[in-house]
């Protein structure tokens, strides 16, 4: 038959009772700085991520248009004229 050690299985039961109690300061602890940042996260007004990409999408679109309207815009460049020769004395001559 075995028998239980009292000591020892208070020492047993402490240590369990200790592990359990540090698990929950460390959830606490873990809620409080979650809950901390989202606070200065939330401080900070920064825009979200559905908002930055409509904001992309939209600036996108108006850079498509600003393009199409600058090429629309260009004129389309004529053939320069050869320069004109300049005549000199010899030219007159013959």
């Known amino acids: 038959m075995q028998t239980r050690n009292k000591p020892l299985s208070d020492i047993s039961n ?8 540090a698990k929950g300061v460390g959830d606490e602890l873990k809620a409080v700085t979650r809950s901390q940042a989202e606070k200065f996260i939330a401080d900070m007004d920064l825009v979200t991520r559905e908002e930055h ?34 005549t000199t004395q ?4 013959t």
């Not at 010899?90 to 001559?93: A, E, L, N, R, T």
Request: aromatic share 2%; charged share 35%; glycine share 2%.
């Open 53 to 86: 990409d409509v904001l992309k999408a939209r600036l996108d679109v108006m850079q498509a248009e600003l393009d199409s309207l600058k090429s629309a815009s260009k004129p389309t460049r004529a053939r320069k004229a050869a320069p004109k020769r300049r």
């Open 90 to 93: 010899s030219d007159k001559k």
């Open 14 to 21: 402490l240590f369990a009772s200790a592990v359990g109690a």
